[in-house]
């Protein structure tokens, strides 16, 4: 099994349990080592699931949430726009990440639910307090969308791809982000 297929199956595990769910029981289910699960949750954890790690194994914060990660590309102006058409399909952007070749992954917290959000956000970015992130990769960038359903994230990716906003990934980016996996957190 790879691995991102293994993470998606560990996160339904840990979603469904009531329990916290040992390193060691994941290891054995997916027969890999429990260093594998390490790095698997480490990874999850960066993909911003709140797992907890406790002496009687891991548990899964919040999990009412899905999440989807979303690659996109636009220029400035458009901004606004994509932030809009993903709050009025019903998701929530919770940040904004750019995968770099030699700084690595740079994410900020966006916490945007709204229209009004959105402005807020723009307008500091428009007002000189900061640029978008975006501009050390070529105006490309990731955003981990919240949403109730999958079909609100269907709905969101359909619009995002409709308005051409949406991009492929490049070789060297280290995970698929663009699979139609959902994660639940």
Request: aromatic content about 8%.
């Amino acid at each position: 099994m790879k691995g991102e297929k293994r993470r998606e199956n560990m996160l339904k595990i840990l979603q469904e349990s009531d329990m916290p769910v040992s390193g060691t029981k994941l290891a054995e289910k997916f027969h890999v080592s429990r260093q594998v699960i390490v790095q698997d949750i480490a990874l999850l954890r960066a993909g911003n699931h709140n797992i907890l790690s406790t002496h009687k194994g891991y548990i899964l914060q919040d999990k009412g949430n899905i999440q989807r990660v979303f690659k996109v590309k636009h220029s400035a102006d458009k901004m606004l726009d994509e932030l809009n058409l993903i709050v009025d399909c019903g998701g929530k952007i919770e940040d904004v990440f750019v995968y770099h070749k030699i700084y690595g992954v740079v994410r900020v917290e966006m916490n945007i639910r709204s229209r009004r959000d959105a402005k807020k956000y723009v307008d500091s970015i428009n007002g000189g307090v900061s640029v978008p992130l975006e501009q050390i990769t070529s105006q490309y960038h990731y955003h981990t969308v919240s949403a109730d359903s999958k079909e609100t994230l269907d709905e969101i990716q359909k619009e995002l791809e409709k308005q051409g906003y949406l991009v492929a990934l490049r070789d060297y980016e280290p995970v698929d982000f663009w699979s139609k996996t959902d994660n639940e957190s």
